[in-house]
Each structure stands twice: as structure tokens, then as C-alpha cells.
């Protein structure tokens, strides 16, 4: 278990109650603004102080009010990337990259330096000073700086929220290689589910201080009950799926997945390779008879499990592809249609996804 | 160019204006840190206190140095059979009562530049595994640096021209703790002194305004290096 939380905390008005765990890799916390994730992520870090509770990370207890454990910051050994970066103004990128660096203590495997340099392209930036960054800059250094303190866990407290979206796209990758080439795990708090898809294993959904669901993210995406958390106007289904085959001909790639194949537009990576992609609801449409003679590529037959209720002239519809094993598809559909196919639990219906729809945003 | 009493006045005057602000520099830093960034009982009379000789005739402030550290005072008992150091009729008296004046000037500079400074730095130095000491000498100070620069200046300003606690404590010993603004009352004394006088106010504003210039120089190359501006 790579981190083990159990806390209570008053902060004003507001109460947190939170308990969760997490296994090594990427844990997304996601929840509305106010919901408490800075809150908790503070907590863990020991910059704020839980009224009672305990906090485990890699078998080293942080924090127990039972037994009157509470590390201060410095000795939790938890890496923090701030929304604002927060660079030392008055160092250099490099001064700043081994301000941490050099306080690792004694008997801790130090961190690669030049390779943490490579990864996050810092090479240039050496020498400069935060104040001429860019926004994307300065995050990789703030990055660059928590990984060489040799962190248990890093935490991100929505590190790309206050970067417009080429500079998110930019930084993106550099996450994922992080985890790959580190091997290091990362708290990610965020509230946009774009990001969480390409990025997390796990998922961990935060409402008004308390946790409303963990799991793994493609679970917890299709509960339609958590739907009023995770997002309505980008409803979709997370599917997991390798990279199967490569047609050069007609410059398509072939997804397999539990509930099927999917082609797609021509990716560029190698056969194997792990993939996980975002179905957006309004990328999916249903017939009840097997299409014939239509342009989209995908079709699955499936069986409707829920519908879901909606005021507005749409339903979400969720459905069960595949066999033997299954996965799990949302489709945006109007009322009308609803009504007129007679879209209810159990009914078969084919579902069909443009290749075209899926883009390169959406996959992780 | 200087007649040799004029020399040994000014040297005197910067002799003893370096030491007062050299020594009250770390206890100025800590007293500015405490009202900066800690809360505790008692903060509001420690920050009365230190303002006490923006506000105090300088003359009375003398005296109080004169029954403290004095030959009979508590404190100067204690020092003179300790350290066997006197401050009456010395400079390092008239350095006391400079220090004890400019005092307020340099712990107001700080603070405010301090209060300036992101504590979320300082936080984010702790996440990195910096003890709070650490954070204090690497972040929080180098970002006060402009404001300490401009404390040490002012306050140094204000020693190089304090004249009432001085001559109270200290008295007016040529040599010892005649300093420019002393000697210029001295002058005045004598008849016919008006020309020496108008020299050694000249030399006054002199150095008064060469240490403003400089003070502005350094503030702003300063920012500059450490990335404030």
C-alpha cells in the first residue's frame, strides 16, 4: 500500500472527513472547486494539521493523533508541485532544481540528476532565473525541483490549471514520463477528467470534504450515480486497450479491448503498447438492427444497462459491450429517440463510434 | 583639504556609526522576524518599544542609557566587572546610544520588506526538506535583502547624525566620542567658530547624501539580482 489516509479536520465552517487508499502509481483526486482536495493534499504534506486521523505513506506513519505522531513538512519526505510553481525568485533554475537535491538525507538513493534534467528538457533553463520563465517552464522546473528531493510520493495540486491549453499539452507528457521513467508515485489533484483520463490508474472523487468513490478510473467514469460529480457536458467511457494491429494502407490502427476492436486514425506507436482512450457520450450513436452499408467503422452490439434521467432534450445512455467480457460504453442520445426506439434496460441496440471522433486529446 | 580635526571627527563619526549598525543587524533581523511573523503575548509592547526612540527626546533616552549602563548602573556594573568593558566617555558609548536611536529605523525596513516576502516560498522550501532555520537563511532572508539594504543605510544615516543620547550618555570626549554633529556644537561654542562649523555641517550633508545615493543604487541592484523586479 503506497498510501493509507484516515482523517478528520475542521477548518472553519468546513469539515473534512476523508479515508482512502492508494496503490503505487497515479491517484487522481477530482472534485468540484471547494470540495476539499487542496485541503487534504495540504494535510498530507503536513501544511495543514487534521483535527484527528492518521496518514501512512510506504509503511512510514506521517501522522497519528492516537499515538501523537505529526511530522513536520521537511521530514515527510512528500514532493509538492503548487498550482503556482512557487520557484525561488532569487536562484537559478539550478540553484532551485538542488535546493531539495541537497537536503536529501543520508542513506536515501539520490535521484538521477542529469536525467531529471533530459527528461523535463531543463538543460537550457539552467542558468535562467524564474522571473523570465514561461508559465510551461516554470512548472517542468517546479517538477524538476520536487522529483531530486527524492520524494516517498509526489503530490500535484492541479499543476496545469493555470496554463492555457497548448502549454497543458506540452507538459502532459512529461508527467507520464515521469512515472515511467522514475518510477514514482503521484497524488494528482485536478478537476478536469481530460487530464485524469490520460494520466491516472486511480480515482478518488471528492465532494463537500468527504470522498464520494475510489476505484479504478475506467469504474468509476461509468457510474451514472457519481455522474453528477464526474461531469455531464463530457460524459464518456474510459476504455483500456492495446495497440493491436497497424494498417499503413489505409493509415489506421486497431485497438483491442475487453468488449472489442476499435479503429482509429493512424497512431504512431509500436504493437503492444498500452492505451487508454476516452469515448466521449456524444461521439456514440445506437440502432436497434445491425447498420449495414454505413461509413462508421466501429459497431458493437451491446445491451442497454441504465438510462439515465435528465431534464434537457438528451438522456445518457449506458451500455454493455461485448462478450464474454465486457466493457462499458456511454451514448448521448435525444429523448425523442429514446422514446421512439424504445431505449430501455435490457433492450439489444448497436452502438457505433466514428473513428474520427476519437482525437488525440483523449487518449492516454 | 580636512584639518586633522575634522579628520578624526568624520573617521570617528564612521567608526562609530559602522560598529552601531553592524551590531544591531542580527538583533534588528530577529526583532523584525518576531513582529513579521510570529504572533505571542506581549507583541504589542515589544513593538512600543522599539519605536520608543522615534519618539522619546533623544536626551532622555541618554539619561536612561546613563542610569543603565552607567558606572553604578545595573548593566554597567555587570559589564565593567565581566568584560571590563566601560561605556561612558567611549565610543563604543557613543556606538551604544547610535545603535539604541537608529534601532527603530532598521527593524521598520525589515519588517515591512519581510511581510512582503510569499510565505508560500517558505512553504515550499519545507516540502523540500528545509527546517525552518534553513528556510529563514536561504529564502526568507535573501528576499528581505532590500529591505535589510535599506535599513542598514537609514539607520546608518541616523547614527552619523544622533547627537542628544550621544552627548547625555557618552559625553563630549575629542576623540573618543566627539563625532561630527558633536564637534559642530562644540564649534559653535567658541567664538569665531562659524567657519568651522559651516565645514563640518558641509561634510555632514556630504556624507548624508552620498549614503542616500548609494543606499538607492544598492536597493535597486539588489531587487534586481534577486529577481524582484
Not at chain 1, 96 to 109: E, T
Amino acid at each position: 500500500m503506497m498510501l493509507d489516509v484516515d482523517l478528520q479536520a475542521t477548518l472553519g465552517d468546513f469539515k473534512i472527513k476523508a479515508a482512502f487508499q492508494a496503490d503505487a502509481g497515479i491517484t487522481a483526486l477530482f472534485g468540484p472547486s471547494g470540495a476539499g482536495k487542496t485541503s487534504l493534499v495540504n494535510m498530507l504534506a503536513g501544511l495543514q494539521r487534521p483535527s484527528r486521523g492518521r496518514i501512512v505513506v510506504r509503511e512510514h506513519v506521517l501522522f497519528d493523533s492516537g499515538e501523537g505522531i505529526d511530522l513536520p513538512p521537511e521530514q515527510r519526505r512528500l514532493g509538492y508541485v503548487f498550482q503556482e510553481s512557487r520557484l525561488f525568485p532569487h536562484l537559478s533554475v539550478a540553484d532551485n532544481l538542488s535546493y531539495g537535491y541537497a537536503l536529501v538525507p543520508k542513506g536515501v538513493a539520490l535521484v538521477d540528476y542529469d536525467a531529471v534534467v533530459d527528461l523535463l528538457a531543463l538543460q537550457s533553463l539552467l542558468t535562467r532565473r524564474p522571473g523570465t520563465l514561461s508559465g510551461g517552464e516554470r512548472q517542468r522546473v517546479a517538477i524538476g525541483r520536487a522529483i531530486l528531493a527524492a520524494p516517498r510520493l509526489l503530490l500535484m495540486d492541479e499543476p496545469l490549471a493555470n496554463l492555457d491549453a497548448p502549454r497543458r499539452a506540452e507538459i502532459l507528457p512529461f508527467i507520464e514520463n515521469l512515472r515511467r521513467e522514475f518510477d514514482i508515485s503521484i497524488v494528482y489533484v485536478s478537476h478536469n477528467m481530460d487530464e485524469i483520463v490520460r494520466l491516472a490508474d486511480q480515482l478518488i472523487v471528492m465532494a463537500d470534504g468527504t470522498i464520494a468513490a475510489q476505484g479504478p478510473v475506467d469504474k468509476i467514469t461509468a457510474r451514472l450515480d457519481l455522474r453528477h460529480l464526474t461531469g455531464r457536458w463530457d460524459a464518456g467511457a474510459v476504455l483500456s486497450t492495446t495497440v493491436a494491429e497497424q494498417d499503413d494502407a489505409d493509415k489506421l490502427t486497431r485497438l483491442s479491448f475487453p468488449g472489442g476492436d476499435l479503429w482509429l486514425p493512424q497512431l504512431g506507436l509500436a504493437i503492444g503498447s498500452p492505451l487508454r482512450i476516452r469515448v466521449h457520450a456524444r461521439d456514440v450513436s445506437l440502432a436497434l438492427t445491425p447498420p449495414e452499408q454505413v461509413s462508421v467503422l466501429n459497431v458493437f452490439a451491446g445491451e442497454v444497462i441504465e438510462v439515465g434521467a435528465d431534464d434537457g432534450p438528451q438522456v445518457d445512455v449506458l451500455i454493455n459491450i461485448g462478450s464474454p467480457q465486457q466493457s462499458q460504453l456511454w451514448a448521448r442520445i435525444t429523448k425523442r429517440s429514446q422514446r421512439e426506439l424504445n431505449i430501455v434496460p435490457g433492450r439489444k441496440v448497436h452502438a457505433m463510434i466514428k473513428a474520427m471522433a476519437v482525437d488525440r486529446g483523449d487518449m492516454g | 583639504m580636512l584639518s586633522p580635526l575634522e579628520i578624526e571627527a568624520l573617521s570617528l563619526s564612521l567608526k562609530v556609526a559602522l560598529w552601531a549598525v553592524a551590531c544591531s543587524l542580527p538583533l534588528g533581523i530577529a526583532v523584525a522576524w518576531l513582529l513579521a511573523r510570529r504572533e505571542f503575548p506581549g507583541k504589542a509592547l515589544l513593538d512600543g518599544i522599539v519605536h520608543l526612540p522615534l519618539v522619546l527626546p533623544p536626551v532622555a533616552l541618554g539619561y536612561v542609557l546613563l542610569v543603565l549602563f552607567g558606572r553604578t548602573g545595573p548593566l554597567g556594573i555587570w559589564l565593567h566587572d565581566w568584560l571590563g568593558i566601560n561605556l561612558v566617555f567611549s565610543w563604543r558609548g557613543a556606538a551604544l546610544a547610535a545603535a539604541v536611536m537608529a534601532f527603530p529605523l532598521l527593524v521598520r525596513a525589515v519588517r515591512l520588506s519581510m511581510e512582503a516576502v510569499d510565505r508560500r516560498l517558505e512553504t515550499a522550501a519545507q516540502t523540500l526538506g528545509a527546517k525552518p532555520w534553513r528556510v529563514f537563511l536561504t529564502i526568507t532572508v535573501p528576499l528581505t535583502a532590500p529591505g535589510i539594504l535599506t535599513g542598514l543605510l537609514l539607520s546608518f544615516i541616523r547614527c552619523l547624525g544622533e547627537f542628544g543620547a550621544t552627548i547625555t550618555f557618552a559625553a563630549n570626549v575629542p576623540g573618543e566620542t566627539r563625532t561630527l554633529p558633536l564637534a559642530l556644537y562644540t564649534a559653535l561654542q567658541i567664538p569665531g567658530g562659524e567657519a568651522g562649523a559651516t565645514r563640518l555641517a558641509l561634510i555632514s550633508v556630504a556624507l548624508a547624501i552620498i549614503a542616500l545615493v548609494a543606499s538607492q543604487y544598492l536597493a535597486k541592484q539588489v531587487s534586481k539580482r534577486i529577481g524582484l523586479s
